[in-house]
C-alpha cells in the first residue's frame, strides 16, 4: 500500500504537465502519481505513458473520455491505493522540501496510534508576472505540530479558507463519504473540500509551503472573464454546497460553524461574478441563487445574509452593486486572488 496517491487531472496539458509530474517523482516509492489523461488532444496521453513505462512501480497513466476536472479526480479516487490522497492540477507543482516534510509526518502519524482525517499545509499563488508570491497561510488560526479538532479550530478572518490545494484527505474517508464529483463542471474544487468536512475529525496543520498554484492563463478556469462565462457551472457548484449543508446532519457545531463560514464566502464570489457581468439576466441568477438557499434553510439563509459578505453583495440599486463591486476589488487586491 502507498502512503499517499496523487491525482493529476490532465486535459490538453502538453506544455506544462512535465513540470507538475517532475516535481511530485521526488516523492519516490512511498507515492503513487495517477495521471489522468482526460480525453486530451494533444500529446498528453502520449506523455502520460512515458511516465507510465519509465517509472512503473509510481506512475499510473489513466486514459478516460472527456468528462472534465471532476470526473478526473473521480477517476483518480477509484484508481487510488494510497492510504491519503490528494489533487495537483497538471498546471501546478509542489515544493521539494516541503513535500519531504509532509510525507516524513505522515509516515509518523500512521505508524502512531491516532487515526489523521486531513492534512492542512500552506499553499502559495504563483501569478505570472507577480513580483511577489502572496501565501496562503494559516499559521495564526489553528494549531500546530499536532492532530487537532474542530474544537480546537481558530475563527479565520473573512477570505481565508482551507482550498483543495491545502489539503491531503485520508483516501478511505472520501469513500465513506462517497464524494463524487459532477461532470463536464469546473470549481468543483470546492466540492472536494466541502463534502468530507462533517466526516472529518482530526486535521494536522504544517506550516510549510507545499503547493504552488499558478494562475496567469487567459483560458484559466479562475480568470474573472472565464467565470462569468461559465457562471452557471459556479452557480451548480454553489447549490450543490447548499444542498450538503441543508442535507447533512452537521450536529458538531464547530464543523457547522465552519462550514457555514465557506458557503459564506462561495455565496459572495457567486454573487459578485454575477454583479459583474452587468446583464439583467444574471442579476436575477444572483436573486434566483439567494432564493434557493432561503428554501432549502431558512436559518443559514438568514444568517448568511446578514454576515458582512451577504450584506455587501446584496447592497440595493445600481450604487450598491457598484459599492459591492469596489469592496471586491479590494478583497481581490489584498488576498492577491484572479
Not at 436573486?287 to 446578514?306: G, N, T
Request: charged share 25%.
Amino acid at each position: 500500500m502507498k502512503l499517499l496517491s496523487i491525482a493529476v487531472p490532465c486535459y490538453n496539458s502538453q506544455d506544462y504537465m512535465r513540470n507538475c509530474v517532475d516535481s511530485l517523482l521526488e516523492g519516490g516509492d512511498l507515492v503513487e502519481i495517477l495521471i489522468v489523461d482526460d480525453g486530451s488532444k494533444d500529446d498528453t496521453a502520449k506523455i502520460a505513458d512515458e511516465y507510465a513505462a519509465k517509472y512503473p512501480n509510481i506512475v499510473k497513466a489513466i486514459h478516460q473520455e472527456n468528462g472534465g476536472h471532476g470526473e478526473a479526480v473521480n477517476a483518480g479516487l477509484r484508481n487510488a491505493t494510497g492510504f491519503y490522497f490528494k489533487v495537483v492540477d497538471s498546471d501546478d507543482w509542489v515544493n521539494k522540501e516541503a513535500y519531504h516534510a509532509i510525507l516524513d509526518k505522515l509516515l509518523e502519524i500512521i505508524a502512531g496510534p491516532e487515526t489523521l482525517d486531513m492534512m492542512i499545509s500552506n499553499f502559495v499563488y504563483e501569478k505570472q508576472g507577480a513580483k511577489h508570491k502572496k501565501v496562503m497561510k494559516y499559521k495564526n488560526y489553528i494549531p500546530e505540530g499536532k492532530i487537532f479538532t474542530w474544537k480546537e479550530m481558530g475563527r479565520m478572518p473573512i477570505g481565508k479558507y482551507i482550498l483543495m490545494h491545502s489539503v491531503i484527505y485520508r483516501t478511505e474517508l472520501l469513500r465513506e463519504c462517497k464524494l463524487e464529483l459532477p461532470k463536464h463542471t469546473f470549481y468543483v474544487d470546492n466540492i472536494f473540500v466541502y463534502k468530507p468536512l462533517p466526516y472529518v475529525k482530526t486535521m494536522y496543520y504544517m506550516d510549510v509551503n507545499f503547493y504552488r498554484y499558478f494562475i496567469g492563463r487567459n483560458d484559466q478556469s479562475v480568470n474573472e472573464t472565464v467565470m462569468i462565462r461559465r457562471i452557471d457551472q459556479q452557480l451548480l457548484v454553489n447549490r450543490l454546497m447548499i444542498d450538503i449543508i441543508s442535507e447533512e446532519k452537521v450536529t458538531d457545531k464547530n464543523t457547522r460553524r465552519y462550514m457555514l463560514k465557506y458557503l459564506d464566502i462561495i455565496m459572495a464570489v457567486s454573487s459578485i461574478m454575477l454583479i459583474r457581468s452587468g446583464t439583467e439576466e444574471n442579476l436575477e441568477k444572483k436573486k434566483e441563487l439567494w432564493r434557493y438557499l432561503r428554501s432549502a434553510d431558512i436559518h443559514i439563509y438568514r444568517k448568511l445574509y446578514m454576515s458582512v459578505l451577504g450584506r455587501g453583495v446584496n447592497l440595493p440599486g445600481r450604487s450598491g452593486r457598484r459599492l459591492s463591486v469596489t469592496l471586491y476589488k479590494v478583497a481581490q487586491k489584498f488576498y492577491g486572488f484572479n
